[in-house]
């Protein structure tokens, strides 16, 4: 609950819901433009969150190992070379290689190694030797003894693919690529990575393979994870093919590739055609890589392959199968880190390549992924600022994280069943940021909004009670509790003949300075005020939050709304006119407390027959001609806390029979005080004189000696005791028998005729 007679409809002046909501959308659509123009940019966080993303699609579900797929790896093992020697070998060595997988039946061989430079162990280097020069002849049969003839010699007898390397300076050797290649579309081999030179091939080699392929799994430079690897590149004279790809060909025993391209755009490649295989690639010509765990299965030991005799398992296979050379030593640094966080050989990746190729799982991602992936974060921000702006924070982190799972399940299933990849980071990211965002937005209007209600609220209750309440979490709703509360009324005196002096808007601006005055005081007693009716006020204590001593605090309230009073008459907005006077009614009781009214419109109010008590007893001010009156049920509870002097019964409407009530003379330093005892005293010997039927005159002598007295204690009951004498039936009621009065001790005696 909280508190006050505060209209809900102030709430609407407050919040204007319709205009904060487009505010709001507003935000929210500025954001998302923000984050749409971020996803174009592409900056490198979300560059790196997409792929690292894609490395963890992979790791959950990666390509499965097939050990019938027509590729396997002689693998220059650590073993080879223990047997074998140190690298690099003789090319003859190699050569032998070459003889025995060819002989065993192997489709393509490709090597994924240098031969950039002549066979240093080669006799025909022995020969060249400027200082042997004079000595020995140089004739066919020692260019027969040349390694790299014999090795291109055997080369030349099997479809054998070489490899070359992307580099920066000129090797002075120009790589011819063995194949040709059909472009379709406006010129998409202009946007292949471009290589500026190739690493060249020692004569006769270059002319004797059956293809030549780029042995670079990442452009130039790169390093770190691999991902994606060019199918094509871009030399200085023409396209030539990625290795594991120029190894399908020459096993293919196709001639050419078929790179299709944009109809619209020069410089972009869609996809690369070699014989029945479609491979779709990135804009520049590179294939993503859908990686399985390294197997043993793949790799054959070169030991095993040069070893001498015929080895039908061994046979097995090779036989029909493509046949990468590579190295798995860790000395020879052809390391590379695949998706899934495996170290492997970089020839392991050209035969991954050529797996994925075959099987037709190759992944893809398009310009229509990307435009996707942008609707999508679209949408979920839409949904986070809709949600949000109608429904609050909670709703939109349900209703956000629904539109998240869905992006995900789709990202998830456009992987799987389509090898689509789709990246989900940018939407769940995107969409997280608004919602932050939006949060935050949406906190900071709150909290200045909660500034402005508690400003408002401040006006009712105390700001002690605006701090427990916010505390404790009250909210508004329909419905009361009963309890004990103390009500007051405090109403101007002679407001008739004020407003007839003055206009209505001076008068209106006097109500609310004097109000201002007035109710401070009761809220720095942890009043509540109820209403302003007029020019009278309505406040109660003991709700909606506890306060122990309320009945002497709405006591206290009233004498320091006299003092304020007394400074009020005081400022120049009062000057020329008669001074304001209050007459105020104080009661405590039980009653009904809480929002009453429709669910549309309600106030915090208090509903009971202690409310009829406090303003009947305000009404009897006039009656008793004293300003601060209370009932007894406030003389009770507030023991000797308070100075009060018993002013007879007074009849209340509403009521069957006369209600005891009292004048409130001050706190209790005055109720201690030696002038206010005398004072008390002098008001018992009255007040028996009445009831004993003396004589008019003895009773008026009685109340000049009260009111002697009273000057030292209180000015202001000087017209209570003048009044007194006509009031003598007040205290001679016949139900005084059975009603308490003070006794001369401040305690209770019983009332008799």
């Known amino acids: 609950m909280f508190p006050c007679a505060w209209k809900v409809n102030v709430v609407g002046k407050i919040r204007d ?81 070459v003889e025995r997988l060819g002989e065993y039946g192997a489709a393509a061989i490709a090597f994924d190694m240098l031969f950039a430079e002549p066979d240093r162990y080669s006799p025909m280097r022995l020969l060249q030797d400027p200082t042997l020069s004079g000595l020995l002849q140089v004739d066919q049969a020692a260019i027969d003894l040349d390694n790299d003839v014999r090795f291109g010699d055997e080369v030349a007898k099997w479809p054998v693919v070489l490899g070359v390397a992307a580099r920066q300076t000129d090797s002075g050797s120009a790589i011819v690529p063995k194949a040709g290649l059909v472009e379709i579309g406006e010129n998409p081999a202009a946007g292949l990575v471009s290589v500026a030179h190739w690493t060249s091939l020692a004569p006769p080699l270059g002319e004797e393979a059956a293809g030549i392929g780029g042995v670079n799994v990442s452009p130039q430079g790169s390093l770190g994870v691999v991902r994606r690897v060019p199918v094509l590149w871009s030399g200085p004279n023409g396209v030539l093919p990625a290795l594991g ?64 005799g015929s080895d039908p398992t061994l046979q097995s296979e090779i036989e029909g199968r493509i046949i990468l050379v590579g190295t798995s030593a860790a000395g020879l640094f052809d390391i590379r880190e695949t998706a899934l966080g495996e170290s492997v050989p970089g020839v392991s990746i050209h035969a991954q390549i050529i797996e994925q190729i075959i099987l037709g799982d190759v992944l893809s991602r398009s310009d229509v992924t990307s435009a996707l992936e942008l609707l999508a974060f679209v949408i979920l921000g839409v949904v986070v600022t809709v949600v949000m702006s109608n429904y609050g924070a909670v709703a939109s982190f349900a209703a956000g994280g629904v539109a998240a799972s869905a992006v995900i399940a789709i990202s998830w299933l456009a992987f799987q069943n389509q090898s689509v990849l789709f990246d989900a980071t940018f939407p769940l990211a995107g969409g997280m940021a608004n919602f932050g965002l939006l949060a935050g937005y949406l906190f900071v209007s709150t909290e200045r909004e909660k500034r402005v209600i508690r400003q408002t609220f401040s006006h009712y209750v105390a ?15 329909l419905g009361g509790e009963s309890q004990e509360i103390t009500v007051m009324f405090s109403d101007i005196r002679g407001f008739t003949p004020l407003s007839e002096s003055v206009s209505a808007t001076d008068l209106v601006a006097l109500l609310n300075a004097l109000f201002s005055e007035i109710g401070d005081q009761i809220l720095v007693e942890r009043g509540t005020i109820d209403k302003f009716i007029g020019d009278a006020v309505m406040a109660f204590w003991n709700a909606p939050l506890p306060v122990d001593d309320h009945p002497c605090r709405a006591a206290l309230a009233a004498l320091k709304m006299r003092g304020a009073l007394d400074k009020f008459n005081t400022l120049p907005i009062m000057r020329g006119r008669p ?84 004048v409130l003379v001050g706190d209790r330093e005055v109720a201690g005080s030696a002038s206010f005892q005398k004072l008390q005293t002098a008001h018992i010997g009255l007040l028996e004189a009445i009831r004993a039927r003396e004589s008019q005159t003895v009773v008026a002598g009685l109340c000049k000696e009260c009111a002697k007295h009273a000057m030292a204690v209180e000015p202001g009951l000087a017209s209570f005791y003048r009044a007194l004498p006509g009031r003598m039936a007040d205290f001679r009621s016949e139900v005084l028998h059975a009603r308490p009065v003070f006794s001369h001790h401040h305690g209770l005696r019983e009332g008799a005729e």
Request: aromatic share 8%; glycine share 8%; hydrophobic share 40%.
């Open 463 to 477: 700001p002690e009670i605006l701090d427990e309440m916010e505390a404790n979490g009250h909210q508004l709703q």
């Open 17 to 97: 819901k319709i205009g904060h909501r487009l505010v709001f959308r507003l935000v929210g659509l500025g954001l998302i433009l923000m984050g749409c123009f971020i996803r174009v940019a592409d900056p490198y966080p979300v560059q790196m969150s997409r792929l690292i993303y894609f490395d963890i699609l992979q790791r959950i579900s990666p390509r499965a190992y097939n050990p019938d797929l027509p590729v396997r790896v002689v693998d220059i093992d650590e073993r080879s070379l223990a047997e074998w020697g140190q690298w690099p070998w003789p090319r003859t060595l190699l050569g032998q290689m």
């Open 245 to 308: 790809v120029e190894a399908l060909r020459v096993a293919m025993g196709e001639s050419v590739y078929f790179a299709e391209g944009s109809q619209d755009e020069i410089g972009i490649m869609l996809e690369v055609g070699l014989g029945d295989f479609v491979l779709p690639t990135t804009e520049n010509g590179e294939i993503w890589v859908r990686y399985r765990r390294d197997n043993p299965g793949l790799y054959l030991s070169a030991d095993d392959v040069m070893r001498s």
């Open 579 to 662: 001074p304001i006077a209050l007459a105020t009614g104080c009661a405590t009781g039980v009653a009904c407390v809480g929002n009453i009214g429709s669910r549309r419109r309600f106030n915090y109010t208090v509903i009971g027959d202690v409310v009829n008590v406090a303003a009947r007893i305000e009404q009897n001010c006039r009656h008793v001609d004293y300003d601060i009156l209370v009932s007894d049920s406030i003389r009770r509870l507030t023991n000797s806390d308070l100075a009060l002097l018993e002013a007879g019964f007074v009849d209340l409407k509403g009521k069957s029979e006369p209600e005891p009530v009292y």
